[in-house]
C-alpha cells in the first residue's frame, strides 16, 4: 500500500491532523483505523464549509456507501448522474464530499460530454463498500450480499434477525474467495476490520447499537486460518493474512518469523499454512530485489508445492535463484503465471539443474509468450530438456515484444533438430525488424549459452545462417563442449565477416585449422569481439600463431586453458600481450622458458594474468618479478595455483611485491609447495609501505601455525592494506 500516492497521502493527512492536535486517540495500526479516521476528518472538513445543508453528515455517508458498494459488486469503478440518484445522492452534495467522491469528465461518442463519477481511489471505494454492509448488519440485520440489484430500493423486507455477525464475516470471505480476480480482496480486509470494538468508537454516530463483537471476531479468525489451510491461490493466501492482520491475529507470522530469525528454517518442515505465512513476511518485511530459494526450501519432499507457496515474493522479486532446488515439471505452470503477470517485477530467472524436462519447459514458455512478461535473463542449463523443449522456445522468441536478452541452454541433450528450431527462432526476429522497422517488436537475444548440448556441424550450420540473418544484436555465444568440427566452425565464424555483427564474446571448440577460418573472419570485422574464449581445444601452438595476428586488434580478454600450448606458442603470442586486459594460459606446459618469452613481452596493458599448472619453478618467478616491478605494467592479479614454485620462489615473487612499481592486489598461489619460510617473506613484503596486496591466498601449503599468525596480524593492522587470505596449516 506504501507505494499507492493516495494511500500515502491519506497516511499524511490523518497523522498531521493526529499530531497537530495532540489528539489522544491512538495513532492508525491497521488499514480499516487508517481509512475510518479519514473518513471521519473529510466529515469535519465538509462541516467548516459554508452550505446549505439538505442531508446530515451520517444519511450523506451512508448513501455514498451504499453507491460504493453497488458498483464495486457490478466492477464499476466510474458511474454516473444517475447511479447516484438511485442511492438517493444529490449531484451538489457529492460534490461537497470531494475528498471521497471527485467529479471528472470523459468525452463519449465523439461530440456527446458526459459527466461521470468516481471515488478518489478505488480503495476509498472498497473501504465506503464494506461499511455498508456492516452498517446494514449492525442497525438493520439485513445481509445485503443477498440482494439482488431491484431489492436495493426495499432492503428492509430482508431483514434476518436470527443471523449473527460471525456468520456475514464467513460468508465475506467466501466471497472473496470466489473471486475469479480479487476484486474483493481489499473491501474483505476493511469488512474484518469494522467488526473490531477499537474501530466502533470512530463509528459513534453510524451505529445505532455498536455492542460487542469479541466472539465473532474470534470465530472469524479461525475460519480464515482454516480457509489458509484448504490451499487458496497464493495471492488468496496473501490476501487472507492481511485480514489476519486487520484482525490483531499474528500468531501464525510469529511461528515462522522465529524459523526466519533463528535461520532453522530449511531443516524444519513448514505447513502450507506457514509456507504461505513466510510468504507474508517477505513481501511485508523487506525490498525483493534478490529471492534465493535455497535460503528457505531445498531439496525437500514438496518442494514444487512449496514454491507456489512462494510464487507472490517470487512475483515481486526482480531476480529469483531457484537453481537445484530439485524442482520438477510441476511447478512450471505456476512458474508461467508469476512471469506473465502484469504486476510481475522479474527480470532474471534462474532454473539451472532443475527436472523440469520437455513437458515442464513447454509450459513455462507459454508464460514467455505474455506481454506482460518482462524476463530478460533465463537459466535452464541442466534441466533435462530435449529438441522437443525447442520447438515451443522457437515460438515464444517469435513474439514481438518478448524483452528476452540473455538465454542459457547448456548441458541439455538439444541435439541438431533442437539447435535449428532454436535458430529459426532467431531468424524470425530479423522479419520483424524489416516489417516493423522498430526495435521493440525485435526479439532482442543478446545472450545464448548451447554448451555441451549434444549438437554437431549440422545444428551448427543452421545456427550460423541464423545468425547471419539477424546478426545485429547477439552479443555472446557459448558453443564449447558440443561436437562441431571444422566446417561447423567455419560457418559459424563467416557470420563475424557480417559488418552488422556486434558479437563481443565468442566460446567455441576449434583446431589448428578452424584459428585460420577465425583469423580471416576477425580481419574482416575485427571492431567488436572483446572476449575469445577457446579453452581446451586442441590448437596447438600452430593455432596459436595463427591466432596472434587477430588478436591485435580488438581482443581484451584472451582463454586459451589446456590447449597445448608450448614455449612455441608463448613466443608467439608474446607480440599481442601488450592487447590484453586479461589472459589464461592455464594447464598449459609453458615451463619457465614458456613463462621468460611472455614477460619479454609488452604487458603495459595486462591487468590479470593466470598461469596455473603451468610448471613453472622459481626460474619463471624471476620472469615474472620482472615483469611485477616494471613501471609500465598494471598487472593487479596474478594466479600461479599448481606450480612447483616453493620458498625459493615465493621469495622472489616477495621482493617484488615491494618494489615501488608493483601495482599488485591479488596473488593466488593454491598448492605451490610453500612452507613458514615462504609465508614469512610474504608477510615482510606486506609490511612495507608501498604493497599494494589486498587478498593472499595460500591453501594447499604447508603452513604451521607460525605462519598464521603472522598473516593474521597483518590482517588486524589498520596500517596494513591485506584484506582477505585463505591457508590451512598443519
Not at 271 to 285: D, E, G
Request: glycine share 6%; net charge negative.
Amino acid at each position: 500500500m506504501c507505494h499507492i500516492p493516495v494511500f500515502c497521502w491519506i497516511s499524511a493527512t490523518v497523522l498531521e491532523k493526529m499530531l497537530s492536535e495532540a489528539e489522544s486517540g491512538e495513532i492508525p495500526k491497521t488499514l480499516t483505523q487508517m481509512y475510518t479516521h479519514f473518513l471521519v476528518l473529510q466529515t469535519k472538513i465538509n462541516n467548516e464549509k459554508d452550505y446549505d445543508k439538505k442531508v446530515n453528515d451520517e444519511d450523506m455517508i451512508y448513501k455514498l456507501s451504499k453507491l460504493a458498494f453497488q458498483q464495486l459488486m457490478e466492477g464499476n469503478l466510474i458511474f454516473y448522474e444517475e447511479d447516484l440518484r438511485e442511492c438517493g445522492i444529490d449531484v451538489t452534495e457529492a460534490s461537497v464530499y470531494s475528498g471521497l467522491c471527485t467529479q471528472i469528465f470523459r468525452e463519449e461518442f465523439v461530440l456527446c460530454q458526459r459527466r461521470v463519477y468516481c471515488f478518489v481511489h478505488l480503495t476509498m471505494q472498497e473501504h465506503l463498500a464494506a461499511l455498508y454492509v456492516y452498517l446494514s448488519f449492525i442497525n438493520n440485520k439485513i445481509n445485503v450480499f443477498n440482494i439482488t440489484p431491484d431489492q436495493y430500493t426495499t432492503p428492509s423486507m430482508l431483514s434476518n434477525p436470527g443471523m449473527f455477525l460471525s456468520d456475514l464475516l464467513k460468508i465475506a470471505v467466501d466471497k472473496a474467495l470466489a473471486s475469479a480476480n480479487g476484486h474483493l480482496d481489499v473491501f474483505l480486509r476493511f469488512f474484518l476490520g469494522f467488526s473490531l470494538e477499537s474501530n466502533h468508537t470512530l463509528l459513534k454516530g453510524l451505529l445505532k447499537q455498536p455492542g460487542s463483537s469479541s466472539g465473532c471476531t474470534g470465530k472469524a479468525i479461525k475460519y480464515i486460518k482454516h480457509k489458509i489451510m484448504e490451499n487458496p491461490s497464493p495471492e488468496r493466501s496473501i490476501n487472507l493474512f492481511h485480514c489476519l492482520n486487520e484482525l490483531g491475529d499474528h500468531s501464525l507470522i510469529k511461528e515462522v518469523q522465529h524459523f526466519l530469525n533463528s535461520g532453522t528454517i530449511r531443516g524444519t518442515r513448514l505447513s502450507r499454512s506457514q509456507w504461505s505465512a513466510v510468504a507474508f513476511v517477505l513481501l511485508t518485511s523487506e525490498e525483493l530485489d534478490v529471492f534465493h530459494m535455497s535460503k528457505y526450501a531445498r531439496m525437500c519432499s514438496d518442494i514444487d508445492e512449496v514454491l507456489v507457496r512462494l510464487l507472490p515474493v517470487i512475483e515481486a522479486s526482480k531476480t529469483a535463484h531457484l537453481h537445484y532446488c530439485i524442482l520438477s515439471e510441476k511447478c512450471c505452470k505456476a512458474l508461467a503465471s508469476a512471469v506473465s503477470s502484469n504486476n510481475s517485477c522479474l527480470r532474471e530467472l534462474n532454473l539451472n539443474g532443475n527436472g523440469l524436462k520437455d513437458e515442464g519447459a513447454m509450459d513455462f514458455f507459454s508464460g514467455l509468450e505474455s506481454p506482460h512478461c518482462k524476463l530478460e535473463v533465463l537459466r535452464l542449463a541442466n534441466c533435462k530438456l530435449t529438441d522437443k523443449s525447442c520447438s515451443v522456445m522457437a515460438v515464444a522468441l517469435k513474439t514481438k515484444l518478448l524483452s528476452l536478452k540473455e538465454l542459457s541452454l547448456n548441458c541439455n541433450n538439444l541435439q541438431d533438430t533442437g539447435v535449428k528450431q532454436l535458430a529459426a527462432g532467431l531468424q524470425n526476429s530479423y522479419c520483424k525488424l524489416e516489417i516493423f522497422n522498430t526495435e521493440k517488436y525485435l526479439t532482442i537475444l543478446l545472450f545464448i549459452r548451447l554448451w555441451n548440448c549434444g549438437f554437431t556441424d549440422e545444428g551448427c550450420t543452421a545456427l550460423a545462417s541464423a545468425l547471419n540473418s539477424n546478426p545485429f544484436h547477439l552479443r555472446e555465444v557459448y558453443l564449447d563442449r558440443n561436437k562441431l568440427g571444422d566446417k561447423g566452425i567455419n560457418l559459424l565464424l563467416d557470420v563475424l565477416k557480417n559488418p552488422c555483427c556486434k558479437l563481443e564474446i565468442l566460446r567455441c571448440g576449434v583446431t589448428d585449422k578452424g584459428c585460420s577460418a577465425l583469423a580471416s573472419a576477425l580481419t574482416s570485422n575485427p571492431s567488436h569481439l572483446r572476449e575469445l574464449d577457446l579453452s581446451e581445444n586442441k590448437l596447438g601452438d600452430s593455432g596459436v600463431k595463427k591466432l596472434s595476428e587477430l588478436i591485435e586488434y580488438s581482443v581484451l580478454h584472451c582463454r586459451l586453458m589446456h590447449c597445448g600450448i608450448t614455449q612455441e606458442g608463448c613466443a608467439a603470442l608474446r607480440s599481442t600481450c601488450s592487447h590484453f586486459i586479461d589472459l589464461d594460459l592455464s594447464g598449459n606446459k609453458l615451463g619457465d622458458s614458456g613463462v621468460k618469452q611472455l614477460s619479454a613481452g609488452h604487458f603495459c596493458n595486462i591487468e590479470i594474468l593466470r598461469l596455473m599448472n603451468c610448471g613453472v619453478t622459481d626460474e619463471g618467478c624471476a620472469a615474472l618479478a620482472s615483469v611485477m616491478k616494471s613501471n609500465s605494467t598494471d598487472l593487479k592479479e596474478l594466479y600461479l595455483d599448481k606450480n612447483e614454485l616453493r620458498d625459493s620462489g615465493v621469495k622472489v615473487l616477495s621482493a617484488a611485491l615491494e618494489h615501488p612499481h608493483c601495482k599488485l592486489e591479488t596473488l593466488k598461489l593454491w598448492d605451490c609447495g610453500i612452507t613458514d619460510e615462504g609465508c614469512a617473506a610474504l608477510a615482510a613484503a606486506l609490511t612495507s609501505s608501498p604493497s599494494h596486496l589486498r587478498n593472499l591466498y595460500l591453501f594447499g601449503n604447508k603452513l604451521g601455525y607460525s605462519a598464521v599468525k603472522l598473516l593474521s596480524d597483518l590482517s588486524d593492522d589498520p596500517q596494513n592494506k591485506l584484506e582477505n587470505f585463505d591457508v590451512l596449516y598443519e
